[in-house]
């Protein structure tokens, strides 16, 4: 089985400082309140009775020798008082109850919502039932109590006793109306009810009545009788079945319906509550959502001022005479090829300033793309392109590189709004459009990247740029970066945030992976985890990552079953064509089905080339990488295999690329980010506090390793003495427990366990699981290796 981490899981989500009490807490106060409430209800019960007796007791209340006849004695002569008396009269019981069942409420832990809507019924019922008790028994202050009895005389001094009778009625109106939802058509209801089994009753009767008078008439006959009545053919039993008695069932039966229709009542549907919701509701309410930043809660994302400004402080300058002098090149190319203009417009942009014309009537858009080469000619420069014409604009496009190429700053595009306000599950800021826009894109929606181009033409800078974006914009904890990088030197500076963002096989050193066998058994650990992630989707019944993550922030996937956040993963392999020529197959087969099928569970690929051609773009390749990017190749050829069009051979270099995710290519100017600036924001995150180790991936041990070669017993390792012992007692086959006993490197962990193979103690590979060991026990060990020299 894959070992599985539990980084996430082992996050105590209780260490947030929570302000509401706990269970407990919450028992004892509810217990408290039920007996505080039973307390009141006796002393104010008791007060009726005692109150004359107890009162002159109230100005000695301090007095340890009197009592009182209270139920309650002091403490309930004075409470009933202050409340009975001096308060509510006999509503003041409605306020013991409201107490017992907040009571309730907190000892049976039960959802609060309704509580709220009680208190304030009841004190509703507490004012108007004073007020009332105030205005009928007004020489009884013990009912209706001071307030209702001061409620009355103020409503009286103002209102008079018909206003206040009026004031009493629009109460008791409320109250029905608001309380017992009484409407006068339900009010008419039960009173047409009432009549109807009035009437069914006297009905009844006289209809017994009738067939009393029948029976009287036919005592012998069981038969429907009243056909008799009619036909006076009693004795004739053939003739009832013929004449349909129509008459009488059109007079019994409708009634009957009618009656059944009337006092027909809908019952109200109580909904169940799913009680997984209930419980990830309760925990949510707890604890608040599951925070996957938690545990490297003061985790500081880059500042701004870690990018350089690299000379460009404002926009780009506009060379007005530069822009002229290429309008006037391109009329007159055009004018001696016979092609009239009728409008001409430019858009400067960071690289290339684009020339919008709008030709005369009549003139074929192919003409013009045929002038390429003469248009470049006319205006000495490289890298002229004719889009003709510009999708969705009816103009025709020529793409005019400018003499002095303003660099577009990774911190331009990183502080430019777009950038900070995107909604993105990964979003990358490439750089600039044509048109001077920041262009930013969703990785998780591309969903993998192809990246290729010429050597020395910008990838290994717009790769920068793709994870610098990330590490702008993402938490360690919600992403993770796999990077292959053949050539060592590219990608080493991300080391340092090794145990932030890396993620790496159990087993491996370097969390940068740069020798090709080990990308073989990354891409297969990959593929496991794929397999894994895709199983827990399933188990928690959601569609992608997005949504699983979403649904375990909301507490309602339960950790013990396996379920952690998970964060994205993305693959950057720096040189592929050097992977493909080393290893073939066994990498295209796992990166194609990467590639395939795990856009939904959060693995993204970028795959980065300088040799364009078709035998490391395979066909597969191409057709699971949507997205693709080129920068300056040197042949149409090179264009065409990257991005199906021609155009990336027209580029100048220096970042200047095509971007393209389906049918448009979009010309883009790579931001510029150097390495000193990606040195200083790795040296930035990766001085702050990290996990204790890089994210690890599920254990994969590479077939290689699993070739049983014949050892010679003269060639095992010094150690393998040692390891068999450790993996006999162990009873576990694994190259990882040998590298932990013995404190060896993986490589020579790898090579023992092929000797343990080859002399028969392990048996072979078994994929992500460990070996199974073929020795029981260290007897059989020792009679093994010493039977093995004879
Ligand atoms: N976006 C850019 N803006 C300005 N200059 C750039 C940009 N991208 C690249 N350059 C220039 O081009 C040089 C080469 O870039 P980079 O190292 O990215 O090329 P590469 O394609 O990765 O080459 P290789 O394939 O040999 O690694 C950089 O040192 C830089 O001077």
Redesign the pocket.
Known sequence: MAKKKTTTKKKPASKKVSLKPSKQNTIILGSLLILFSMALFFSFVSYYFTWQDDQSLLSEIGNRNEQAKNLLNKFGAAVSHFFVYKGFGLASLIFTVLLCITGLYLFLNMDKKGLLKKWIWGLVFMIWISLALGFVAETQPLLGGLIGYEMNDFLQDYTGTIGTVLILLFGLVFILVRFFKLTPEGIANVFAKKEKSAQKSTKSTSSKENTEEEILLEPEDETPVVIDTYTHKKDIPALKKEEPATDDFEVTVPVEEEEEQLSMEVEKIVEEKEEKDNIADKLVEDFGEFDPTLELGNYKFPTIELLDQHGVTGGITINQEELEENKNKIVETLKNYKIGISQIKATIGPTVTLYEIVPEAGIRISKIKNLEDDIALSLAALGIRIIAPIPGKGTIGIEVPNKN?S??SMRSVIASSKFQKAEMQLPIAF?KTISNETFVVDLAKMPHLLMA?????????????VLTSLLYKKHPAEVKFILVDP?KV?LSIYNKIERHFLAKLPDSEEAIITDNAKVINTLNSLCIEMDNRYELLKTAMVRNLKEYNAKFKARKLNPNDGHKYLPYIVLVI??FADLIMTAGKEVETPIARLAQLARAIGIHLII?T?RPSVNVITGIIKANFPARIA?RVTSKIDSRTILDAQGADQLI????MLYTQGNDVTRI????V?TPEVDKITEYIGSQRAYPQAHELPEYSGEESGTSIDYEIADRDAMFREAAEVIVTAQQGSASLIQRKLKLGYNRAGRIIDQLEAAGIVGPFEGSKARQVLVSDLVALDHLLSNEGS
Do not use: M, Y
């Open positions: 190429a660099i577009v750089g181009g010429a050597t020395g033409q910008g990838k290994s800078v717009g790769l920068n740029a050539k590219e720096d040189e980065a300088q920068f270099g220096r970042g200047d100017q790579c931001a510029f150097d």
